[in-house]
């Protein structure tokens, strides 16, 4: 029997302030909007309700933001590894609950490496393995690494890339 290779490596060190700045930008944006509705509820003279209710709703994304820019973004750097070798791709994630994912490269129908503003500011792509029901991603990685493997596991899964 074949046994399926633990995984061992893991993402860029460049991803937990990349994921820092994404979740500063996010609640920047979040707390603004519930700002904006909190002014115009009272000057509009919305019903009480409302006016608590989007109180509730700021303090909530007040309360929830040092976890998501402090705490989170090098907790799920130190939980997530991933795996490669001839028939597998192994992702392993997760703080409190935990993922184990194995995929064939049997599966496997596409590879993709993306990159946004912050990913390419920090010279960092994601890599997608797309198989026939879902798409799986491993986040974060050197450009040199992401590019290596897209084409290892394209060669793997025996892709031919469109040119």
Do not use: C
Not at 1 to 9: A, K, L, R
């Amino acid at each position: 029997m074949y046994e399926i290779v633990q995984p061992t490596e893991k993402l860029s060190k460049d991803s937990i302030r990349v994921w820092r700045i994404s979740a500063i930008i996010t609640y920047i944006i979040l707390i603004a909007i519930s700002g904006a509705l909190l002014f115009a509820s009272y000057h509009f003279d919305w019903v009480s309700w409302v006016q608590i209710g989007l109180w509730v709703i700021t303090g909530l994304f007040v309360l929830l933001s040092p976890w998501s820019i402090f705490i989170d973004p090098g907790l799920s750097y130190r939980y997530f590894h991933y795996g490669i070798d001839e028939n597998y791709v192994r992702i392993y994630s997760g703080i409190f609950f935990k993922t184990d994912l194995v995929v064939p490269m049997t599966k496997i129908q596409y590879v993709e490496a993306d990159q946004g503003p912050l990913l390419r500011k920090y010279k960092l792509q994601s890599i997608t393995i797309g198989t026939l029901g879902s798409s799986h991603e491993i986040p974060a990685l050197n450009e040199a690494v992401a590019f290596e493997l897209r084409d290892k596991i394209s060669t793997l899964a025996k892709i031919k890339e469109v040119e």
